[in-house]
């Protein structure tokens, strides 16, 4: 478990200017931060609303108690354990009907990644656990090894992680006898990659595995398929995605909402952070960003 000093000090929210700027923030308005993570984007979201509403959501416990301990007191704000692709029915239990602004900033935060019983990182030898709720009955990403079998451990490695040699990592962690964990799965990587390549190979295949184990793709597809309907007349969408499969997914949808007269795009391409960003956060080097205004 990492403390929230160390990992508060060190956390930097990715492109917040650029967040704060085109969520178009009113001082009355009800916005939505769907990744509250450490709180980061919230604590300057709540900065703009004086007489407003921010409502924070998180899958992980943790991440809720962590943002808590930032964020409150402050009569603005509200959390909820929960996904948000449960939007819908958060807004319900608060009685409203839509709100001005959602921001999705996905992924994993810096506090689960150095939490080093969690197994969402290479670096520390644990059990591999990965679920973002770590108290929810969910499969673990040892459970998602066992059961799925090489046909589909290797799709998973390929869709979700885009990882080249996804059959021959699939393959040597299915003849595993032993337990399956973080040393387990960086063995066999170090086993099929040449030592140039291991770390992005390690990034990969840990990605793939969060991936599959927090079903993160479906969450994301159902909340862009039903949001819009939540969404006030001129109110901003804005996605901040780490990896080509999540961006691919937001960037169809936009698209798709473009074309039915739902939302103009704000930019026709992401919105990437700039180098003086990305050299004080690495962390940032990834982002995409796409904002999208809904017309009405
Ligand atoms: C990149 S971090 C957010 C960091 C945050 N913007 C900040 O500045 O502190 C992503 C967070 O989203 C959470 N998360 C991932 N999928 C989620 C989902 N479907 N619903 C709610 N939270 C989710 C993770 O638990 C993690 O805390």
Known sequence: MVSFSSTHNRHIPVMLMETIDNLKIKDNGIYIDGTLGLGGHS???LQKIDKGLLI????????ISFAKKRLLPNENFKFFNDSYKNLKSILKELKLESVDGILLDLGLSSFQLEDNKRGFSHKFQSSLDMRFDKNSTNNTAEKIVHQND?????????????????????????DLNDKVDVLAITSVVDQVTPFKYRLKTYSRIFQALR???NDEL???KFFLDNFIDLLSPQGRIVVISYHSIEDRIVKHKFKDLKHKK???LIYKKPLIPSEEEVGLNKRARSAKMRVGEKIG
């Open 262 to 264: 739902k939302i103009n």
């Open 56 to 63: 924070g959501i998180d899958r992980d416990k943790d991440s």
């Open 150 to 174: 090489l046909k589909e451990l290797t799709k998973i490695f390929k869709e979700y992680g885009e990882e080249r040699h996804a059959y021959k990592i699939a393959k040597k962690i299915k």
């Open 43 to 45: 604590e300057a979201i």
């Open 218 to 220: 479906n969450h994301l």
């Open 211 to 213: 991936i599959a184990t």
